[in-house]
């Protein structure tokens, strides 16, 4: 993560938390001629639009106040959406007991494709329930792991 990067961090849990959401991601970056400053929140029923906009007035203020970024940046505060792959150890963290789709780059058990419960995640290692048996790998062996959404 970047300086910014980590010190948006600290200065938006307080606040995410204040709504009773959790911070799962955020980034800051260029695309085009303009950045970008993106939260992602999460709560266990869902996010709503409600949501991230109170997230955003508040948060918004904050940053004018503290006014941490020089550039003009555009924010903006969303869920982390439906079929995201989760990459950083926060989001694995946050989602620990939640079904996963995983996909991985060699077989594990006969396996390369799955559905799993994440049990743990420790220093890049993933540990998951798959029909009673815990799997552990590296998750430079997965292809993508992303939240299971059933519908």
């Not at 993560?1 to 995410?16: G, N």
């Not at 400053?37 to 904050?62: H, M, Q, T, W």
Request: some cysteine; charged content about 35%; proline content about 3%.
């Amino acid at each position: 993560m970047s300086k910014i990067e980590d010190l948006v961090e600290k200065l938006a849990e307080p606040v995410v938390e204040q709504f009773g959401c959790s911070l799962v991601d955020l980034e800051f970056k260029k695309e085009g001629a303009d950045w970008f400053l993106r939260l992602y929140i999460d709560k266990p029923n869902g996010v709503s639009i409600d949501d991230c906009e109170a997230v955003s007035r508040a948060f918004s203020d904050v940053m004018d106040a503290e006014d941490p970024i020089e550039q003009a940046y555009y924010l903006e505060v969303s869920s982390p959406g439906m079929g995201r792959k989760l990459k950083k150890e926060r989001e694995f963290k946050h989602y620990v007991g939640r079904l996963t789709d995983i996909k991985l780059y060699s077989a594990i058990n006969n396996k390369k494709e799955f559905t799993a419960k994440l049990k743990s995640y420790d220093n890049d290692n993933i540990t998951v329930e798959a029909d009673g048996e815990e799997i552990s790998f590296n998750k430079k062996q997965a292809v993508w792991v992303k939240l299971h959404e059933e519908f």
